[in-house]
């Protein structure tokens, strides 16, 4: 419309046509006035064709492409090396997962579980020996296993806890201390966890090759369950160098426990170009796992110390009392009972092996 | 009380990135870090749409929901901030956040993150004096009585800022103009000028 009225002069070329021209020019203007009047009236009542000058835009398919995450060929994002898309659907539903479901659940889970030991403890007790101790010791954790053993657990517990204040910590700390001590406090919890984790992994790994044997199931195992351990009915239920229930455990950690520090593993190292969906990922399995590996593990220890007696100085000391043997592994018991040695000659046996090891003159 | 917002309509963005480098400029941020980002779809073919975006100062904001010290809170202006001392780079907000807001600066040893940065709507952050502020967040030019320079400088206006009211209306006007009503989003349903703060729980 613009173009034919810049025309219209151009179209008149004598002097003696002015009044025409003007005549002209006149009913051009009102033309186009009136034109671009109706022309805005018209806009409004056919989208349509307003549409069909404008960008061309996008359309439903692409912006479902959008949504879904997907970002083409034809995608591009001025920020240096970025591979994100336009929306992050997932993130939304990574935080409903996390803040709705695993925190407050894994809170339950583990609360539940020290409820539940709790009243176990109150109201049954304490599994004493049944039979007075033998005195007589047996040796069952070399001190390479020992060391091990104590290493895991006590990285396991560092990671549980500065793991539990990630999740947790904000809505009892930051109120409780005030900011600077709750920065402190989060940001320590985090360089710990980051940079224990990858040594607990290493070593749970190793402690997992060295107990493989020990822990293979066998038949008399599905007695044990069935006998709830010995808690159900009468008499002792089998059990060779490890019972059903810490078969269990064990199997527990080479599964979700390998799973928590493969997890872990790509929550810790971002720099690998893994995206945002994939850490998402990782962040479920690795808190859905450790907080369930949290729950078990304090059944775990209060079997090992307060809920059996006799447990707990086989992995300090290394020898367990025969008694002890007898009414917890008798299968193993009977393997290696010849080899029973009293209190006496262990001690005999440490004073000498000290000695042995006391510091040898040198000349040099 | 304000409720401020972006909006970049995008049948008037050129991509210039005009938006970016005013950010970088009056925020002074670290680099590596970009706190504006234009994103083309369908870069080079005849329907090529841009759209500058930054954080949105959600109202129900992700970020906040997950990060794990706690450390976001929002301004009577409806302004997303983030305490820098608390923060430990966890990278949670960014893992939650729609638009890849949260940015990390250099990686340390083993590809730890640094502290996040994102977009403050040009609204500083807490600090105890004005270097400290500018030093760590960068300008603080609502507390100046002015809006973000990215939308100040944007050359067709394509990037709006301001209370959500007014750039509502302003939007709603061009798009009245145009005369259809998704005039920026086309067939977007989700996009309506009522609509511009991006509400979680909506999943818009
Ligand atoms: C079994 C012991 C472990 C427990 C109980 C544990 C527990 C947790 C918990 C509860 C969280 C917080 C999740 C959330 O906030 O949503 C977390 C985060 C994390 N865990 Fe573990 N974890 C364990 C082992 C590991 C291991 C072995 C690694 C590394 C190899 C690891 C690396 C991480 C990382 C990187 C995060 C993210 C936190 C951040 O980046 O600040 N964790 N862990
Ligand atoms: S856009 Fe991202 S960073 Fe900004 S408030 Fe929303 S979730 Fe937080
Ligand atoms: S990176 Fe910082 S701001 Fe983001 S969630 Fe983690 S602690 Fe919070």
Sequence with gaps: MNQLTAQAPGGVPHLRYWQGVWRWLLLAFALVLSLGITQVAHAQADPDREMSTAAPGIDADQWRQVRSGETGPNYRDSRYESNYNLINSSGETWRQWRNRWVSPFGLIVIGGMIGIITLFYLIIGRKHLEEPRSGRKLFRWPLFMRALHWSVASLFIVLALTGLNLLFGKFVFRGLFGDAFWGWMVSSSKVLHNYLGPIFGVLLIVLLVSLIKDNMPKKHDLEWFKKGGGLVGKGHVDAGFANGGEKAWYWLLATVGLLVVASGFVLDFPNFGQGRDTMQWANIVHAVGALGLTAVSIGHIYIGTLGTEGSLEGMTTGYVDETWAKEHHNLWYEEVKDQAVSEQELADRKASKDAGESPAPRSS | ?204
């Design chain 2, 1 to 204: 009380m304000a409720q401020m917002k972006f909006m970049c309509d995008a049948e008037r963005c050129i991509e210039c990135n005009g938006c970016v480098t005013a950010c970088k400029n009056a925020n002074d941020v670290e680099w590596g870090i970009q706190r504006r980002r234009v994103v083309t779809l369908n870069d080079g073919e005849a329907d090529e749409m841009s759209i500058s975006v930054a954080c949105m100062h959600c109202d129900d904001a992700p970020c906040m929901a997950v990060c794990p010290t706690d450390c976001f809170y929002k301004t009577d202006d409806g302004i997303v901030l983030h305490d820098k001392d608390l923060c430990i780079g966890c990278g949670y907000c960014l893992y939650a956040c729609p638009f890849g807001a949260p940015q990390f600066p250099q990686q340390d040893a083993f590809g730890e993150r640094g502290k996040m940065d994102k977009c403050t709507f040009c609204a500083g952050g807490p600090a105890e004096s004005k270097e400290e502020e500018y030093e760590k967040y960068g300008a603080n030019r609502i507390a100046e009585g002015k809006l973000p320079l990215c939308a100040e400088m944007c050359s067709t206006k394509a990037l709006l800022a301001g209370d959500a009211q007014d750039v509502a209306d302003i939007f709603r006007q061009r798009v009245v103009h145009r005369g259809h009503e998704d005039g920026a989003w086309s067939n977007n349903p989700q996009a309506s000028a009522d609509n511009l703060a991006y509400d979680a729980a909506r999943k818009g």
